[in-house]
């Protein structure tokens, strides 16, 4: 018999921007396989989470995902979805809202963030009362007059390589102590799953370098002349990935023109911020799609149109703090419904 530790992980019921949260549980297995059904369902106490009253506090906490846990021994990462005590979904549960039970739809999410010090509060590579050269020398760039934080963010890679996500790569991004990683995932559920797995890898490791993690879209300020940080969400499903016409492409871009309001209210806190027409983005009052146009709301890739309008559209909008979820089942509800 093994002792294995199991980190059950949940999001909270703070809103608009939910938390991760998660906690250990310790079992004993024989031959442990490291599948969902060798684990059970736990609780915890909602009234701490903003989930539940004090009265009648438990939730219930359901796997959905399980993954090796890079940093311990005989450990696991358990994505959960939280459930009322009666089995049904907590209004918090944004997983649960996904109408993609035939995994038709696939989605790759490019994920920018700020590493921060937790001394100064800062980005990486930010003087204390002062700034950084402009942007323009970040992006990308190699040498450490211009690079901060290679070493979390080659570390987090190695993490979630290692706990079996379909990871896809990283990059600095425009400003400075901005990076990218990126993930996809056949599934909107598991690419949701996987993103959530991989911001809590990422959280977890940030404790030992003396940093964390602003996933705030603008947060060095609305006026401030430094690029927000957002959530490009690439997906497709087999109309898109097959059609070969370029007006089933534009009657699937317009068909998010009349629901645009529905789509920004789970895109992300603050992203008005962001969303102002500058720094690579288009403003949140307008809407527009084009192709290679990264000033507009929605772009096809251009690759996409080299191969016959065969592939994938770009969701420029959602910023870094929402919850891929909501996103992957806003975007459904828009495009299912087009054959």
């Not at 005590?85 to 109408?99: E, F, K, L, Q, V």
């Not at 050269?133 to 979630?160: F, I, K, W």
């Not at 789970?266 to 527009?288: K, P």
Request: charged share 25%; with cysteine; glycine share 10%.
């Amino acid at each position: 018999m093994a002792k294995i530790k199991l980190e059950y992980i949940w999001l909270d019921g703070y809103f608009p921007t939910q938390n991760l949260r998660s906690k250990t549980k310790v079992e004993e297995h024989e031959d442990f396989k490291g599948t969902l059904e060798e684990i059970g369902n736990w609780s915890f106490d909602g009234s701490s989470t903003r989930q539940a009253a004090g009265g009648s506090s438990d939730c219930l906490l359901v796997p959905v995902a399980i993954y090796p846990d890079p940093e311990r021994i005989n450990g696991y990462l358990v994505m959960t979805e939280v459930m009322n005590a009666d089995g049904t979904p907590h209004p918090s549960n944004g997983r649960a809202t996904i109408d993609d039970d035939d995994d038709d739809f696939w989605f790759g999410f490019e994920q920018e963030y700020f590493i921060m010090d937790t001394k100064t509060l800062l980005p990486l590579g930010f003087p204390i009362g002062g700034y950084p050269a402009p942007q323009g020398m970040y992006y990308c760039s190699v040498g450490g007059l211009n690079t901060h934080g290679r070493d979390v963010v080659e570390e987090h890679a190695d993490l979630c390589i290692k706990a079996g996500l379909n990871f896809e790569g990283i990059n600095q991004e425009v400003a400075c102590g901005q990076w990218e990683f990126q993930l996809f995932a056949k599934g909107a559920k598991k690419a949701g799953d996987e993103i959530w797995i991989a911001r809590y890898l990422l959280d977890r490791l940030t404790e030992k370098y003396g940093y964390y993690i602003e996933y705030h879209p603008k947060p060095l300020g609305k006026d401030m002349d430094w690029n927000g940080s957002g959530m490009h969400a690439n997906f497709s499903n087999s109309i898109l990935r097959t059609c070969g016409s370029k007006e089933k492409y534009a009657e699937i871009c317009e068909a998010f023109r009349p629901v645009v309001n529905e789509h920004i209210a789970v895109y992300g806190e603050f992203n008005d911020q962001r969303l102002t027409g500058l720094h690579e983005t288009a403003a949140i009052t307008d809407f527009s799609w084009g192709v290679s146009d990264r000033g507009a709301s929605i772009r096809i890739p251009i690759i996409t149109v080299e191969k016959g309008y065969k592939g994938w559209l770009e969701d420029r909008r959602p910023a870094s703090n929402a919850d891929p979820y909501k996103i992957a089942a806003r975007i459904i509800k828009t495009v299912k419904p087009i054959k």
